[in-house]
């Protein structure tokens, strides 16, 4: 998606690969923050990045791993039925799973590599950022919404989650997933966080997607 000269490009990163991996049709979409433009091209766009693991793309960042290890690995884990932290591969080995994802950023004029929360939140609210985020989730049609430290700007707004007496209401705390209009919205840490062991957050995300698919068993 772009929706002006500054913005940049990502979404689904390969049309006709996404929801259709051999082991399992869940639509995966990351919901991350800003892209890393520091010494960037003008033309550079999050799906080229993504796509092209060899040329000018994932792997010749020597960064690449703090944020796309984590999101490479827990991909591959939920696609491949769940499998356990130990059984999956080395990010690099298994990077040809992003092909079947999707991954949005909510500010698209991107920033450095930290994000400088008081402008990211200001901009989130001043720019409404949420509506074309909103728009491409519709079109993604996602049924596994991952959010990167970013869900907590929606439900704040109450642009997503609606924190009335007896309906959604993460509370920033305990709550890691909850089921909406038929998706799964995980609220999570940023994949290059630092709370926790990646193994431990990524069990507790499969732990949501397990309990989302024998919910949702036909």
Same mark, same amino acid.
């Given at each position: 998606? !772009? #929706?002006?000269?500054?913005?940049? &490009?990502?979404?689904?990163?390969?049309? +006709?690969?996404?929801?259709?991996?051999?082991?399992?049709?869940?639509?995966?979409?990351?919901l991350l923050r800003e892209p890393n433009l520091k010494n960037k091209p003008r033309d550079w766009g999050l799906i080229e990045f993504l796509g092209?693991?060899?040329?000018?793309?994932?792997?010749?960042?020597?960064?690449?791993?703090?944020?796309?290890?984590?999101?490479? !690995? #827990?991909?591959?884990?939920?696609? &491949?039925?769940?499998?356990?932290?130990? +059984?999956i591969s080395p990010a690099k080995e298994i990077a040809g799973i992003l092909e079947y994802i999707a991954v949005v950023n909510i500010n698209k004029?991107?920033?450095?590599?930290?994000?400088?929360?008081?402008?990211?939140?200001s901009a989130f609210r001043d720019q409404k950022l949420y509506e074309p985020v909103l728009r491409q989730i519709e079109e993604i049609n996602p049924?596994?919404?991952?959010?990167?430290?970013?869900?907590?700007?929606?439900?704040?707004?109450?642009?997503?989650?609606?924190?009335?007496?007896?309906?959604?209401?993460?509370?920033?705390?305990?709550?890691?997933?909850?089921?909406?209009?038929?998706?799964?919205?995980?609220?999570?840490?940023?994949?290059?966080?630092?709370?926790?062991?990646?193994?431990?957050?990524?069990?507790?995300?499969?732990?949501?997607?397990?309990?989302?698919?024998?919910?949702?068993?036909?």
């Amino acid at each position: 998606m !772009k #929706t002006g000269d500054d913005f940049r &490009y990502d979404g689904i990163i390969d049309e +006709e690969k996404f929801g259709k991996f051999k082991e399992s049709t869940h639509k995966i979409l990351w919901l991350l923050r800003e892209p890393n433009l520091k010494n960037k091209p003008r033309d550079w766009g999050l799906i080229e990045f993504l796509g092209n693991l060899t040329k000018t793309g994932l792997f010749r960042y020597h960064h690449w791993h703090a944020t796309w290890g984590f999101v490479i !690995k #827990t991909s591959w884990g939920i696609l &491949y039925n769940c499998a356990y932290w130990a +059984e999956i591969s080395p990010a690099k080995e298994i990077a040809g799973i992003l092909e079947y994802i999707a991954v949005v950023n909510i500010n698209k004029r991107g920033g450095g590599r930290q994000t400088d929360m008081v402008s990211f939140h200001s901009a989130f609210r001043d720019q409404k950022l949420y509506e074309p985020v909103l728009r491409q989730i519709e079109e993604i049609n996602p049924d596994i919404i991952i959010g990167g430290g970013t869900l907590a700007l929606f439900y704040e707004n109450g642009v997503i989650f609606n924190t009335e007496p007896g309906k959604i209401d993460f509370d920033g705390k305990n709550i890691w997933g909850c089921v909406r209009d038929g998706r799964l919205w995980i609220d999570s840490y940023h994949p290059n966080q630092r709370r926790m062991k990646q193994k431990d957050l990524y069990r507790q995300i499969v732990e949501e997607v397990k309990k989302f698919c024998d919910n949702h068993k036909e």
